[in-house]
């Protein structure tokens, strides 16, 4: 287990989180985490950035939507319209807060990688995409479309990127439910910068 011996080795931490989370999130949260880890190998990014940010991703999704609510204006965390039209993704700026505030990370591009880890953003980091893909292809993930999402994420992972993006964007829109203008622009934006 590469999660005991490495970032967030304090124990109380951990159990925090554990405690936070339902056993299915928490156990989404470890494999985030591992799948994070083995693309910041393959990819050459930070393993350390990696596990944190893939562990702290949904730290704050344990808190139902009134808590995440209050806690976003405890955490100054600004809500537009758009974000409130859509809740489940609040828990992403939210959880970049909380956990600089209730896990003590610093580290600037672990708290961007989990800002932006839901709607993702223009202009990411290598870093914020391998988080934004390995929380859509851990191993407990099942949807149509995820296998070819996996292989393409140890081929090329902006190529993979686009392709969550494209996921994303489709499931949405079938369902007839709002896209954040954040995914809008980072489908743009990797298509105009020619990844
Ligand atoms: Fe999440
Ligand atoms: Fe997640």
Not at 116 to 134: F, G, P, R
Request: net charge neutral; proline share 2%.
């Amino acid at each position: 287990d590469r999660s005991v011996s490495r970032g967030l080795g304090d124990v109380y931490k951990r159990q925090k989180l554990k405690s936070t989370l339902s056993e299915k999130r928490y156990k989404h949260s470890l494999g985030v985490c591992d799948e994070a880890v083995k693309l910041a190998e393959k990819y050459g990014a930070d393993t350390e950035k990696a596990y944190t940010a893939g562990i702290l991703h949904d730290c704050a999704k344990g808190y139902d939507t009134d808590e995440q609510i209050k806690l976003c204006q405890k955490y100054g965390v600004v809500l537009d319209d758009i974000t409130l039209a859509c809740k489940p993704v609040i828990h992403a700026p939210l959880g970049a807060k909380i956990a600089k505030a209730e896990y003590g990370v610093n580290d600037k591009d672990v708290l961007d990688a989990i800002m932006c880890h839901t709607v993702a953003k223009e202009n990411m980091s290598l870093l914020d995409k391998i988080i934004y893909i390995a929380d859509m292809i851990e191993p407990m993930r099942d949807f149509v479309g995820v296998e070819e999402l996996r292989k393409a994420a140890y081929e090329n992972i902006d190529m993979a990127f686009i392709l969550g993006l494209k996921q994303s964007i489709v499931f949405n829109a079938q369902k007839n439910k709002i896209i954040h203008p954040n995914t809008l622009s980072a489908w743009n934006y990797m298509l105009m910068n020619g990844k």
